[in-house]
């Protein structure tokens, strides 16, 4: 794999500024693997690749799902949470990264999922809060990062909810089940480490 | 069905006070049936006995759902959740209640679900507003009630999502998923008006 390569044809799928987002979620993935003991490498992989279909047309987008025979359920989702999908897809088309851990982090980013892997929080927590991103609570995601992984992504979770709830827009409920189950790890941890 | 026995027998299964906010909901039931064009009966039915088992002991609750063959799933799920299934299940043992339109807006009414029924939303939205509650939003809750029976119970739902994400716990998926098919429901509406 030939990273510059890699980062040319990432950049050539996107405007100047969305790259220069993912360059920030490169980054801030690095940071985040290399602080909690996680797989840099991948962190980078997963990072610089997470958005490569998020520019795409969405009737691109709409024909990948249709014809290479990604689920089919993912017409009935969001809109927003199709990128994600058809990303993974794209980098081992085009690239041929066949590392399902990456690909898993890149399909999961927007929305979160269930039994979310460290990598999968990484690279989800790294695009809330890479540098370039101004939000409210922002602040306190990058705070909570420097020592609480799981805790920082449920900040991260809240500030979508929020969002959404006061544009009265749908929820994920992948979103939902993500930050229940990191609740649950936060809990268990906390009573396991009252209990030594 | 005699009326004055369910009702001295939902009595005795609660304290004073839940018994009261049990007949608030009751007649904010009836009143929002006959504000929308709603089955009177079966709202002030599904209202009287929504809680039916929500003062039971946790023990009790755990032991119909595991040895009356309810969904052994909401063992899993919180705990807040096994009183409206148990509740269903003791109203059918202990008063022959058969209408399952009643006894689904009985399971529902604490988390909602896909495709509520208009008595699911009753019921549900009864219990958010009924005159004793006092929570923030619940005025405004009350005034959509008055002509957006949809809009109301979303702005239900979203008081309960802001607050349990204020307190960092779990949120019911079944919640965000009720919320999201409303919000679909109320979107298909306005673009349907527009078009007339």
Not at 24 to 30: D, F, I, L, N, P
Not at 111 to 140: H, W
Request: charged share 30%.
């Amino acid at each position: 794999m030939n990273r510059e390569a890699l980062i040319e044809a990432t950049k050539r799928q996107m405007p100047e500024k969305r790259f220069k987002h993912v360059m920030g979620v490169v980054e801030t993935a690095v940071s985040l693997a290399e602080r909690f003991g996680g797989d840099v490498d991948r962190a980078w992989l997963a990072a610089l690749l997470h958005d490569y279909a998020k520019a795409w047309p969405i009737e691109r987008m709409e024909r990948v799902i249709r014809e290479e025979g990604l689920p089919a359920e993912l017409l009935e989702h969001d809109k927003e949470l199709w990128h994600a999908h058809v990303g993974a897809w794209a980098v081992r088309q085009e690239h041929g990264i066949d590392d399902e851990a990456v690909l898993d982090a890149i399909r999961y980013h927007t929305s979160g999922r269930e039994g979310m892997t460290q990598l999968d929080v990484i690279v989800c927590l790294a695009d809330y809060m890479e540098p370039g991103r101004d939000f409210p609570g922002v602040n306190k995601i990058r705070k909570l990062a420097e020592h609480k992984l799981e805790e920082a992504l449920v900040a991260g979770f809240d500030s979508t909810i929020l969002h959404l709830v006061d544009k009265g827009r749908r929820i994920f409920p992948l979103t939902v089940l993500a930050r229940n189950d990191l609740l649950r790890q936060i809990e268990h941890r906390r009573q396991e480490s009252a209990h030594i």
